[in-house]
């Protein structure tokens, strides 16, 4: 499961702020390795987390391990 949330701004032109996604995947057998995955892909290969990085302040958490 990704859940993802933020705060937007209160004028036009209204964007986010801040945007919060949460990684869960404590319940599959692979959790070492999808853990992994998605490390390597918003530390390194993912071009809209990188996006995002330059627009809003982004929390990225997998269950608060990060």
């Not at 499961?1 to 869960?24: C, L, Q």
């Not at 057998?29 to 996006?51: C, F, H, W």
């Amino acid at each position: 499961m990704i859940a993802v949330s933020g705060k937007m701004t209160s004028e036009h032109p209204m964007y986010f702020e801040t945007d919060d996604i949460t990684y869960d995947f404590e319940r599959n057998p692979d959790v070492d390795k999808i853990r992994m995955a998605v490390k390597m892909s918003v530390e390194k290969y993912s071009g809209l987390t990188y996006m995002l990085r330059n627009m809003t302040k982004s929390n990225i958490k997998d269950n608060g391990e990060w």
